[in-house]
């Protein structure tokens, strides 16, 4: 009777199984979003905060700059938005099972942690360089008017780092592999 029974369990809880669409492959595909949001939100924090800190550091010496002087913090908030981006793409791109059947691809999967991780570590990069060149930009054109120009420029190439993982992020997100 026993026999009969643990053989009734297995045949019920038997899942139809592909190679290419195993069960574990949505784990990649919300990894990839939390990545790409995780990442770039911490670039951008960090960016934030640094360039927030020479912003107030040069508002003490000429408060008639500060509004001036924003752009770095804006511009490394905006990593944060490419990682919102991304993560809410691969979000809505990862499907549920259907009649224990997995719906979602490895290869998706693959392709969504790949655009996650192209998208969060190009954001966290930026959201460095942001910060950095943010803090001693603004000490030093507060200092020196003429440098202003300089650190705008520098700051745009800083950002193109993240947009550029943006983009790439956009293009693996686009790539799909169907289970049949």
Same mark, same amino acid.
């Given at each position: 009777f026993l026999v009969n029974a643990e053989e009734a369990c297995a045949d019920s809880e038997r899942v139809m199984y592909n190679e290419l669409c195993p069960p574990t492959a949505p784990f990649f595909g919300f990894m990839g !979003?939390?990545?790409?949001?995780i990442f770039a939100n911490l670039g951008a924090a960090y960016g934030t905060a640094k #360039? /927030? *800190?020479?912003? @107030? #550091? %040069?508002? *003490?010496?000429? +408060?008639? &700059?500060?509004?001036? @002087? $924003? =752009?770095p913090v804006v511009m490394a908030g905006v990593l944060g938005i490419y990682g919102? =981006?991304?993560? *809410? $793409? $691969?979000?809505n791109k990862v499907? +549920? +099972?259907?009649?224990?059947?997995? %719906?979602? @691809? @490895?290869?998706?999967?693959?392709?969504? &942690? !790949?655009?996650?991780? !192209?998208? /969060?570590?190009? /954001?966290?990069?930026a959201g460095i360089a942001i910060g950095i060149v943010g803090d001693a930009g603004v000490r030093a054109s507060a200092q020196q008017a003429k440098l202003y120009v300089g650190m705008v420029l520098i700051l745009i190439f800083a950002e193109a780092l /993240? &947009?550029?993982g943006l983009i790439v992020g956009l293009i693996l997100t686009s790539k799909e592999g169907k289970c049949e």
């Open positions: !979003a939390a990545v790409a949001l #360039s /927030g *800190v020479g912003v @107030s #550091s %040069m508002g *003490v010496m000429k +408060p008639d &700059l500060v509004m001036k @002087s $924003i =752009i919102l =981006i991304i993560a *809410v $793409i $691969i979000g499907e +549920p +099972p259907k009649d224990g059947k997995t %719906m979602y @691809s @490895s290869f998706a999967g693959f392709g969504h &942690l !790949a655009a996650g991780l !192209a998208c /969060g570590l190009s /954001g966290l990069a /993240g &947009l550029y």
